[in-house]
């Protein structure tokens, strides 16, 4: 059976080791250092390491789309179900239209590393109900090319696919 035809010509992995990569500390607010691995915006996804401080709590959000959390260590928990708290080895689902307020312990005695997949936008409320802003693939690009040019720092590396474009022809 003769291989498929391809529609990109790859000629290497497209891959990063986390370990060679910087993180961008307070990437997104302070407390949390973000290490961005795969950014789409035309497709809205994302893959970030994401390092959280004890204390943080991030703004009450809503997902448009899935969430995959893998908790890499520390511990955390959404104020809407403390009983559940994530731990280390802890993977999550989040279906689109969940709402939730993501929150590391102030007494937690170490930063809780996490990875994640999301699809999608956040939708941000303040403790009133107020809309905030939004986080997606494309806010994350701006925010680190902002924190490049401010900070003075290397750009960050990760891997996005090719844009959309129109195909060769008349």
Known sequence: ???????????????????????????????????????????????????????????????????????QSGSWHYLEYPDQPQTKGSYLFEPGGSVHTFNVPAENTEPTETLMVVSGTNVNFDADGNFLGMLDANSIMLALDGLVRERGLDPARYITPPQSAYSAGA
Request: charge should be negative.
């Open 1 to 71: 059976m003769p291989l498929p035809v391809l529609i990109h010509d790859q000629d290497q992995l497209l891959t990063l080791n986390s370990n060679d990569q910087p993180v961008f500390h307070d990437a997104i607010m302070p407390g949390v250092d973000v290490q961005p691995l795969f950014l789409d915006p035309a497709n809205g996804v994302w893959v970030l390491r994401v390092i959280f401080h004890p204390g943080v709590v991030l703004p009450t959000h809503y997902h448009t789309g899935t969430v995959h959390l893998w908790t």
